[in-house]
């Protein structure tokens, strides 16, 4: 890295980055959980499910909004030397860190499906409707102010995710049109003018 400079990465995308693969474990344990009877019945487990999902997204996309808001109102300028990292780069060091994570979940779903179907899954892809929403706040946030939040590689945890850690101490601002993702975390759907 060049001098004095830190490598970066968008909170919005680490925080989108487990929407995907939450919400399609939780699908494919939903769908595959539906299949055992169950010992509560297939009607309970999916309305059980569904009710787990509305507050599992809730809590989820809810969850240290206050924090997040801090850190962004007290944003410092990316200096010049700093490293604005890919958000294919940010999204793949994420789910390398939780994979044996998302595995370990999917199969605590499909197995509490012999209990109560489809719950697991749905409670799974509630997390990850959770995700995406905060994402989409974040980038409410990001238009707000005006400028794209980035936190420090270095301080996110050893797995890639935690952009609100102990060890996070202050995020870092770029202008709105910087690095490769859109405010959200999203794809850009076309190139940006510099």
Known sequence: MARG??????????????????????VLAAGVGV?????????IGVMAGAALFVV??????????????ALARTAVRAGKHDVLQDRGVTVRNWRRGHRWWLLLALVA????????PAAGGLLLAGCGTGLRLKAAWLGRLERAGDALLWVRVDWLAA????????????????GIAAGDAAPGGA???TAALV
Do not use: E, H, M, N
Not at 35 to 43: D, F, K, S
Not at 62 to 68: D, F
Not at 109 to 116: D, I, K, Q, R
Not at 159 to 174: I, L
């Open 109 to 116: 779903a499909l197995g509490s499906a012999f209990a109560v």
């Open 56 to 69: 599992a997204a809730a809590v989820v996309a809810l969850a240290r909004r206050g924090r997040y808001t």
């Open 187 to 189: 794809r850009r759907r």
């Open 159 to 174: 797995d890639g995710g935690r952009p609100v850690g102990k060890a996070v101490g202050s995020y870092r601002s770029t």
């Open 5 to 26: 400079g830190q490598g970066l990465a968008r909170v919005a995308v680490v925080v989108r980055a487990g929407a995907a693969p939450l919400w399609w474990c939780g």
């Open 35 to 43: 299949l055992p009877p169950g010992i509560t019945g297939r009607r």
